[in-house]
């Protein structure tokens, strides 16, 4: 089997930054409560001309020009998000024909928050085997547009944003060294759109009942997400070979403050070696992982021949990890 590995990162936000002193006009709340709570500052919003297919290519070109490739030697094109364009065609085939990766094959991929894990560790099945060359995986979410900007429980914790990854072979000590996804449907309405889909389809009373908004109860997440965070990342550590001594940075899935600290105690690892930008940015579903590992790279934090631990959860309920050794 070949070793699949990361060989390229790009990033976009939108311009617009709504912090929470603004969001104190929009709803019930202030900069006090949403920042002792959450962690979060500010978000980025995008503009009403801007989809996520729009995001997802800012960032997909940033991530070819830093792995040094052109879009038509793509194989394969894979977006994880919950808020595509539209529901057909994919996003991914948006992104396709706009970057002009004229051989690629496209997909959506849908597992929130824990999207871009998930796609990451299905890109590098393709590579491993040989079937691809070069793979391109984006998480890319308008979470703004999914929102009940009149519930302050929900409306303050998300921004929009995307990540990107180009992903290859890479050498024998390189890349992905082990990997969990997991999924726990009996939480399914933890964490939810409910209208839009099959099960209730959009209708004015659906819109007017605000059921094609997201819902989430908060408590459930929370203690799910604390449980799940530390408990995977222990066996992706222990599956790679590794103690956490051994990691050098991890990403986590960026939505609480709380919830990161929280993993940090249980995993006995330093706050020194966690990459948090969710005070700038907040909750980005499935861009969160993939703009922070964008980040941190592009700031000096992970370096070539780190080993990086990424964990994220989401609704589902889902949760992925990933340990590699950094390949660029």
Known sequence: MKKAGIIGVGGYVPERVVDNFEMEKIVDTTDEWITSRTGIRQRRIASDSQATSDLAVEAAREALDSAGIKAEELDLIIVATLTPDSNMPSTACIVQDKIGATRAAAFDLGAACSGFVYGLVTGAQFIQTGAYKKILVIGAETMSRVLDWKDRSTCVLFGDGAGAAVIA????????????????????????????????????????????????????????????????????????????SDIDVMIPHQANTRIIESSSKRLAISEEKMFVNLDKYGNMSGASIPFALYEAHRSGKIKKGDNVLMVGFGAGLTWGAAVLKWSI
């Open 169 to 244: 072979e890479v050498g024998e000590d390189e890349g992905i060294a082990s990997f969990e996804l997991g999924s726990d449907g009996s939480g399914a309405e933890f964490l939810i759109i409910p209208a839009g889909g099959s099960r209730m389809p959009a209708t004015c009373e659906v819109v007017q009942e605000r059921l094609n908004c997201l819902k989430m109860s908060g408590p459930e997440v929370f203690k799910f997400a604390v449980r799940v965070m530390a408990d995977s990342a222990k066996r992706v550590v222990e599956s790679a070979g590794l103690q956490m």
